[in-house]
């Protein structure tokens, strides 16, 4: 059973940056669009970015364009989200998720699109 792991979660002031990390487990991370959402208190889940599989075509909401960037290594099993210039809005629970897909490039936004979930991990930016 494929499992995924975040890490990197931290309290932080506006302006900093962090990297999260999304590790999967099992080897058939290769197959997975990865997808990176979020969730703030009394709020819905929402879409902050995503990869393909293996083209590395990436898709951002309006609200991180610009300062957040979605990668992976296959090599490693991994997806990351680097924040950077993190702001009180982008407070949040931040999830990872894997789309198992026969597409190389095509990116998944919708929440019901992907079908392996992580636990989250916190972001809460705080001066």
């Known amino acids: 059973q494929v499992q995924l792991i975040e890490s990197g979660g931290d309290s932080v002031q506006p302006g900093d940056s962090l990297r999260l990390s999304c590790t999967v487990s099992?080897?058939?991370?290769?197959?997975?669009?990865m997808g990176w959402f979020r969730q703030a208190p009394g709020k819905q889940r929402e879409f902050v970015g995503g990869?393909?599989?293996?083209?590395?075509?990436?898709s951002y909401a309006d609200s991180v364009k610009g300062r957040f960037t979605v990668s992976r290594d296959n090599a490693e099993s991994t997806a990351y989200l680097q924040m950077n210039n993190l702001t009180p809005e982008d407070t949040a629970l931040y999830y990872c998720a894997g789309a198992l897909t026969y597409s190389a490039d095509d990116v998944y936004t919708l929440p019901y699109e992907y079908s392996t979930w992580g636990q989250g991990t916190q972001v809460t930016v705080s001066s």
């Open positions: 990869i393909s599989k293996k083209t590395n075509v990436t």
């Open positions: 099992g080897r058939m991370f290769s197959r997975y669009a």
